[in-house]
C-alpha cells in the first residue's frame, strides 16, 4: 500500500477501511515523534522489536518486543527510540477519520 518517509524514519500501511487503520512503523536510533493527540482516532501500540521510551500524558514507560499499549482518543503520546537499532511496531488505529490531519502537535524535533 506504500511506504512514507519521514524525520524519523517511515511506516507501511498495512489494512485500512473506514473502521480501521493498520501501520507498520519504523523508528530510527535516537529519533522520536511528536509529542501529539488526536480527537478522531484510538491507537493500540505492539512492539515488534528494539528499545523505546513512550510518553503516555507525561509518564514515561520503557517498552520492548512483545510489549503493548493503548492510547486513547486525546491522550498525549508520543514514542521514542533509546536502542542502537530500529523500533518496529504495528499501530492499529480506530475510530471515526484516519487522516494524518488529525495530528495535534504539542512539541516537535522537527518543527512541523
Known amino acids: ?3 512514507d518517509v519521514r524525520p524519523w524514519g517511515r511506516y ?3 489494512s485500512e477501511s473506514s473502521e480501521h ?3 507498520r512503523i519504523y523508528v530510527n536510533p535516537g529519533a ?3 509529542y501529539q493527540r488526536h480527537q478522531h482516532r484510538a491507537e493500540h501500540w505492539f512492539i515488534l522489536s528494539g528499545d523505546a521510551k ?16 493503548d492510547i486513547a482518543k486525546g491522550d498525549l503520546h ?4 533509546i536502542g542502537t537499532e530500529p ?4 499501530e ?13 502537535r504539542i512539541e516537535d524535533d522537527y518543527a512541523r
Open 12 to 14: 507501511d500501511i498495512v
Open 87 to 90: 523500533v518496529v511496531f504495528i
Open 92 to 104: 492499529v488505529q480506530t475510530g471515526s477519520y484516519f487522516g494524518e490531519d488529525d495530528i495535534e
Open 78 to 81: 508520543r514514542l521514542a527510540n
Open 21 to 23: 487503520k493498520v501501520k
Open 1 to 3: 500500500m506504500g511506504e
Open 54 to 69: 513512550v510518553t503516555h500524558n507525561g509518564v514515561e514507560i520503557t517498552m520492548g518486543a512483545g510489549d503493548s499499549i
Open 32 to 34: 522520536r515523534f511528536s
